[in-house]
């Protein structure tokens, strides 16, 4: 590694150790952070400096870690044959048998940005008359919905209705493998980085299907502006104890690494499959006694996986949403291995907790439980759009409880932030503005007991993310021997008031002591 040095100057320097920034100095050597303090100290470091760089009022900061992500589905909405210029079924066609014919060693034909008006019996029985034995998928914009042959359905086991993630890990196998996917990663570590990021928790469904593979070559080639933190995500077959074992001693470096698994147990309150514990407001409709939820999750399963997950000393991260879900996790993780200050051994997480009862969060963060939140999640709708359904779903008691951020920090949990991209990219000003001014898109807002302050948030983003990822050791905070992986913000974020901050963009960004991107 060079010795190259650099220092960066600024009178918003925020080192995730306290409160408030400072005005001073950072300054790094190769790809370790020398020394960070006021500016009257800065001296010492400017003298035959390679390179400073005076950033004026800019916020400068960790680098963001996002520890919720999943480049398969990224990736899944940018491949496969562009469709969404096409009039009639015979230009879907024709752009499909364009895009095969290409690609021979493809086992499928892939379409994107099917209009959805072409959606229908047509286009199926084209598709099955043009490809008797090669599986087709034509995605719709987002990839919420698709049109598929009878021999993709054959091949893959997924229906229009159904091809979410979990749903179409069959089809991971055949387009993971495709170079174009593995050029991709360079465009998805450019958005990252372009948008602060400089760590990632990757959810890689069963054994990732062959692209840890073109992770390590990747490390060992250079490549990496990114440090990824990879997650079995079982979905084909239970967890796999035997890969895990194996990953975790293959991924030992600085940008690659293996921690544990990641399942689903329940799903959104809105739409009634969330786990209560009191039962909907609705759930008279449903049958004597109401019900909590409308979808058993696998608890059983989810029991005897984390028993030897934990045993094994891998992470479990259960993404729960109802308060009910989220009351049987700290349950199970109370069952579990603690350390004599009665913290787990293992650094098991919740993901998304949407609704939370506080006495529960206490619970958990006495035995310094992770909550893995999406700080950005009310820009997806207008408050009302939203709101309507939940509160005929739970009432008005049980939606003050929603997205309790400041419950989690209040009752000692270790809050980070992801973004379950590609359902969300990472914005830090979204995230001020939702998580901080409790703001839906349209900029009404809810809960303002809830939130948490831009301190807080930012320290969510870095130092909590990295002790999530098990490295907080190496980065997270600006400090002396830290590994410079830095976020330079276009402006002084905490002179933003919350609901301004949507506009606020990332400037530059160091991951390792290189400059990966700049605005």
Same mark, same amino acid.
């Given at each position: 590694?060079?010795?190259?040095?650099?220092?960066?100057?600024?009178?918003?320097?925020?080192?995730?150790?306290?409160?408030?920034?400072?005005?001073?100095?950072?300054?790094?050597?190769?790809?370790?952070?020398?020394?960070?303090?006021?500016?009257?100290?800065?001296?010492?470091?400017?003298?035959?400096?390679?390179?400073?760089?005076?950033?004026?009022?800019?916020?400068?900061?960790?680098?963001?870690?996002?520890?919720?992500?999943?480049?398969?589905?990224?990736?899944?909405?940018?491949?496969?044959?562009?469709?969404?210029?096409?009039?009639?079924?015979?230009?879907?066609?024709?752009?499909?048998?364009?895009?095969?014919?290409?690609?021979?060693?493809?086992?499928?034909?892939?379409?994107?940005?099917?209009?959805?008006?072409?959606?229908?019996?047509?286009?199926?029985?084209?598709?099955?008359?043009?490809? !008797?034995?090669?599986?087709?998928?034509?995605? #719709?914009?987002?990839?919420?919905?698709?049109?598929?042959?009878?021999?993709?359905?054959?091949?893959?086991?997924? #229906?229009?209705?159904?091809?979410?993630?979990?749903?179409?890990?069959?089809?991971?196998?055949?387009?993971?493998?495709?170079?174009?996917?593995?050029?991709?990663?360079?465009?998805?570590?450019?958005?990252?980085?372009?948008?602060?990021?400089?760590?990632?928790?990757?959810?890689?469904?069963?054994?990732?299907?062959?692209?840890?593979?073109?992770?390590?070559?990747?490390?060992?080639?250079?490549?990496?502006?990114?440090?990824?933190?990879?997650?079995?995500?079982?979905?084909?077959?239970?967890?796999?104890?035997?890969?895990?074992?194996?990953?975790?001693?293959?991924?030992?470096?600085?940008?690659?690494?293996?921690?544990?698994?990641?399942?689903?147990?329940? /799903?959104?309150?809105?739409?009634?499959?969330?786990?209560?514990?009191?039962?909907?407001?609705?759930?008279?409709?449903?049958?004597?006694?109401?019900?909590?939820?409308?979808?058993?999750?696998?608890?059983?399963?989810?029991?005897?996986?984390?028993?030897?997950?934990?045993?094994?000393?891998?992470?479990?991260?259960?993404?729960?949403?109802?308060?009910?879900?989220?009351?049987?996790?700290?349950?199970?993780?109370?069952?579990?291995?603690?350390?004599?200050?009665?913290?787990?051994?293992? /650094?098991?997480?919740?993901?998304?907790?949407?609704?939370?009862?506080?006495?529960?969060?206490?619970?958990?963060?006495?035995?310094?439980?992770?909550?893995?939140?999406?700080?950005?999640?009310?820009?997806?709708?207008?408050?009302?759009?939203?709101?309507?359904?939940?509160?005929?779903?739970?009432?008005?008691?049980?939606?003050?409880? !929603?997205?309790?951020?400041?419950?989690?920090?209040?009752?000692?949990?270790?809050?980070?932030?992801?973004?379950?991209?590609?359902?969300?990219?990472?914005?830090?000003?979204?995230?001020?503005?939702?998580?901080?001014?409790?703001?839906?898109?349209?900029?009404?807002?809810?809960?303002?007991?809830?939130?948490?302050?831009?301190?807080?948030?930012?320290?969510?983003? #870095?130092?909590?993310?990295?002790?999530?990822?098990?490295?907080?050791?190496?980065?997270?905070?600006?400090?002396?021997?830290?590994?410079?992986?830095?976020?330079?913000?276009?402006?002084?974020?905490?002179?933003?008031?919350?609901?301004?901050?949507?506009?606020?963009?990332?400037?530059? #960004?160091?991951?390792?002591? /290189?400059?990966?991107?700049?605005?």
């Amino acid at each position: 590694m060079s010795d190259r040095t650099l220092v960066l100057l600024s009178r918003s320097i925020f080192t995730g150790l306290s409160d408030d920034p400072f005005d001073g100095y950072i300054a790094i050597r190769g790809n370790r952070i020398e020394s960070v303090g006021p500016a009257g100290q800065a001296e010492a470091y400017l003298h035959g400096a390679d390179e400073v760089r005076d950033l004026g009022s800019k916020t400068v900061m960790a680098g963001l870690v996002d520890v919720h992500t999943f480049f398969t589905g990224w990736v899944l909405r940018r491949i496969g044959a562009d469709l969404s210029d096409a009039a009639s079924v015979e230009d879907v066609i024709e752009a499909l048998a364009q895009w095969k014919g290409t690609r021979q060693q493809a086992p499928m034909a892939l379409g994107m940005n099917l209009p959805e008006a072409l959606l229908g019996e047509e286009l199926v029985t084209a598709l099955d008359e043009r490809y !008797s034995s090669t599986p087709v998928v034509a995605f #719709t914009n987002g990839a919420e919905t698709c049109a598929l042959n009878a021999a993709a359905s054959s091949r893959y086991g997924f #229906t229009p209705d159904a091809c979410y993630a979990e749903k179409i890990w069959r089809l991971m196998r055949d387009y993971l493998p495709l170079q174009e996917v593995r050029d991709a990663y360079d465009d998805y570590m450019v958005m990252l980085n372009s948008r602060g990021v400089t760590a990632i928790k990757e959810m890689c469904f069963d054994d990732y299907y062959g692209f840890a593979d073109e992770m390590a070559r990747r490390e060992r080639e250079g490549e990496l502006t990114v440090r990824v933190d990879m997650m079995s995500q079982p979905v084909g077959r239970g967890a796999d104890l035997d890969y895990a074992c194996s990953a975790r001693d293959r991924l030992k470096g600085d940008f690659v690494r293996f921690s544990g698994f990641n399942r689903m147990t329940d /799903r959104g309150v809105w739409c009634g499959l969330a786990e209560m514990i009191e039962p909907y407001e609705d759930g008279a409709d449903a049958g004597a006694g109401g019900k909590t939820v409308v979808e058993e999750p696998e608890w059983d399963l989810i029991a005897r996986e984390l028993a030897a997950i934990d045993k094994a000393g891998f992470r479990y991260s259960l993404h729960c949403q109802g308060d009910g879900a989220v009351r049987k996790t700290v349950d199970m993780y109370e069952g579990l291995a603690h350390d004599p200050s009665g913290k787990l051994v293992n /650094r098991h997480s919740i993901t998304d907790l949407e609704n939370a009862d506080p006495a529960d969060l206490v619970r958990f963060g006495a035995m310094g439980g992770i909550c893995e939140v999406y700080p950005q999640i009310l820009t997806l709708d207008d408050r009302e759009d939203c709101l309507a359904i939940m509160r005929r779903q739970i009432g008005e008691a049980r939606l003050s409880r !929603s997205w309790n951020r400041r419950a989690m920090v209040d009752g000692g949990c270790t809050l980070c932030c992801g973004t379950d991209l590609p359902l969300l990219i990472p914005h830090l000003g979204d995230s001020i503005y939702s998580a901080c001014g409790g703001y839906f898109a349209d900029g009404l807002e809810i809960n303002p007991q809830n939130a948490v302050s831009v301190s807080e948030l930012l320290r969510a983003w #870095t130092a909590g993310g990295a002790y999530d990822l098990q490295r907080e050791d190496d980065f997270g905070t600006l400090e002396a021997g830290k590994l410079a992986d830095i976020c330079v913000l276009d402006r002084d974020v905490f002179a933003v008031d919350p609901k301004d901050a949507r506009d606020i963009k990332v400037d530059l #960004t160091v991951v390792d002591g /290189r400059f990966v991107y700049e605005s």
